[in-house]
């Protein structure tokens, strides 16, 4: 298993991932991402910012997630608190093939997100979800993520928010 940093040449695959993903919300009667969101056109626009992030198993990119320094415009506002007003990163369009699903490949991405935020010196991150994704909820829970609040994405839609401290050394 391998992480890296995505490339114009995965966008096809990336796409994939995605359809899997909304896919599969579809499935659960989970309306995020049914929109058309995300498209090729943000997913390049993730990889020019060198935010884009592949996970490949055996050479086949099974999972993607964006992981970004720059901070969110939407987490400005939040019904709710965050645990701290430190400098964060934050995961965004995590997703995973639907053939590896539950193969703890997700976790694996919030982990690699975790240390490549210590390694920027960054002590926090923050990530969003809808309110049904109770796979995303779950997953977040299980690694130590605390529900802060309500956001809304520039769309308008609700999105739940957790914040997680990162343990330091």
Known sequence: MKIRKSNRVDIPTIMEIVADAQSLL???GIDQWQDGYPTADIIAADISRSESYVLECEGVVVATAVISFAGEVTYN???GQWLNSNDYAVVH???VRNSALKCGLARQMMLYAE????????TDIRVDTHSDNLAMQSLLNSLGYTLCG???LLSGAPRIA???PLAVG
């Open 77 to 79: 506002t939040i019904d």
């Open 162 to 164: 957790f914040q997680k």
């Open 93 to 95: 369009r995590l997703a």
């Open 115 to 122: 240390a490549l935020a210590l390694e920027h010196g960054v």
């Open 26 to 28: 579809r499935s659960r």
């Open 150 to 152: 309500k956001i809304t």
